[in-house]
């Protein structure tokens, strides 16, 4: 039973993520305004603004203009649902649960508005490394990181960055990655600490080669398409407290 009520808080939660996913790249409020249609305007009634439920009784459409409303929205909301429920078989109903949360949510975040505005935003990432700090501070860290490695980790992964960054600049004369990334990176190593950098990294920029290098070869691009390298990061930092330490085990 109380698995079912976190999932369904959970997917109410993902519907303000989608929310936020939309809006905050558009500097539109988050609180005050109800939902609409992104097409037509239409201000959702909260009785067609069921989370989960009302995409799959509309065949994800607009009940007013009948457009198509993209499948992210459903992928978010049920993603955060599971993200509650895991989350609590993993801490149970503690502060653990609640920083497991907060920083997956991020993660999550992060990769839609990356996906579809190329845009990692300050709103998000520096809340996220604030909070970071002050769970491991206390010792809330759900991955077992303590005060030194989150600070350190924080520092490198921004620096690595911003000066790979720099170089490419100076070498290319175009902006290779934007300050998002090292951002993203700080809110990373905060949370993941000072091991989690290097493979994070490596692991990121190697996906993202070759999938935008089979993107520019099938869809025909050009070879300076740009690719949202921040998805990237958030799958790498998502998978590594489960994969990182079999790597480590393995050197």
Request: net charge positive; aromatic share 18%; hydrophobic share 50%.
């Amino acid at each position: 039973m109380l698995s079912l009520s976190l999932f369904i808080i959970g997917s109410i939660f993902g519907s303000f993520y989608n929310v936020c996913i939309y809006r905050l790249p558009n500097d539109l409020d988050v609180i005050s305004k109800r939902s609409f249609c992104t097409s037509c305007k239409y201000k959702i009634p909260f009785y067609l603004n069921v989370p989960v439920i009302s995409y799959i009784i509309n065949l994800g459409k607009c009940k007013n203009c009948k457009s198509k409303i993209n499948i992210s929205y459903l992928v978010v909301e049920i993603l955060t649902a599971i993200l509650f429920v895991y989350a609590y078989s993993l801490y149970g109903l503690n502060i653990k649960t609640l920083a497991f949360i907060i920083f997956y949510s991020g993660l999550l975040i992060i990769f839609f508005t990356d996906l579809k505005y190329y845009l990692i935003l300050d709103k998000i990432t520096i809340p996220l490394s604030v909070l970071g700090l002050i769970f491991t501070f206390f010792k809330h860290n759900p991955f077992d990181v303590d005060i030194f490695s989150s600070i350190i980790g924080g520092v490198i992964g921004y620096l690595i960055i911003y000066i790979i960054r720099f170089l490419f600049f100076k070498i290319r004369k175009v902006e290779g990655m934007g300050l998002g990334d090292a951002k993203l990176f700080l809110m990373v190593g905060i949370w993941l600490g000072v091991k989690s950098i290097y493979l994070i990294l490596a692991s990121s920029a190697i996906t993202g080669a070759i999938i935008g290098s089979l993107i520019i070869f099938f869809y025909k691009k050009d070879k300076d398409f740009q690719i949202p390298y921040g998805c990237f990061i958030v799958i790498a930092s998502a998978l590594y407290p489960y994969l990182g330490s079999v790597f480590y085990n393995l050197i």
